[in-house]
């Protein structure tokens, strides 16, 4: 009776624990969310958008979550870029874009400080590498670059355009979707591409649930 009575009570603060570490990676980045004039409509988007496919695409649970929490905090760097570039109403000069890119070590150092984030490497030190080599920051193509990230960069490229910016308006979702149709095998893993496409009615479903404030669904 001891020890079961231990062990149920270990299981009690064990599961006290998960709960406050998944308050604290919700609120991290809601956070990072409204630094970059977003909102946590995104995140929740982008992370099943992202979990959709890679359901699809054989990632195991332990993966899965370093996915979520990668998800969640894939621009943890943005904190330490400043206002002047990060809202800036206009494109990025390349001085300027240079800039911006070193918000995926300022990520990369912000997770590597927590045993428990080490997961999140992979998406947020790879989200912007694209399948031909031409991303950044490490210029890394095809298999080379972490399934997770391959994955994500699908779902986050496409939240992004359709999602209004400082410097852009949102675009209609079917010009979105064209977009990744055009780009796979080039920006996004053709496999992975062709599963997101095959899921249109989901994403669909959850974008309707995750509207951002006083947006119209774009369908």
Known sequence: PVILSLTRRLARYSESLLEANLETLEVLGGAIAKRDS??????YRVTLYA???????GLDEER???????????D???????DAILHKPARLDPEEFGVMQTHVGHGLDIVS?????????????????KYDGSGYPGGLAGD?????????AIADVFDALTSARPYKKAW???AAWEFIRENRGSHFDPHC???????????????????????DLLA
């Open 38 to 43: 977003d909102t946590d409509a995104h995140n």
């Open 51 to 57: 979990l959709r496919l890679a359901e699809a695409s």
């Open 64 to 74: 899965m979550r370093g996915l979520i929490k990668g998800a969640f905090l894939h």
């Open 76 to 82: 943890a760097g943005k904190i330490g870029i400043r």
């Open 113 to 129: 400080r927590s045993a428990w984030l080490a997961h999140a490497r992979d998406v947020v030190g790879a989200h912007h590498e």
């Open 144 to 152: 080379a670059i972490p399934l997770e990230a391959r994955v994500f």
């Open 172 to 174: 209609e979702f079917d």
């Open 193 to 215: 591409a062709d599963a997101f496409l095959a899921r249109r009615d989901e994403v669909l479903a959850i974008r309707a649930q995750f509207r951002d404030p006083d947006e």
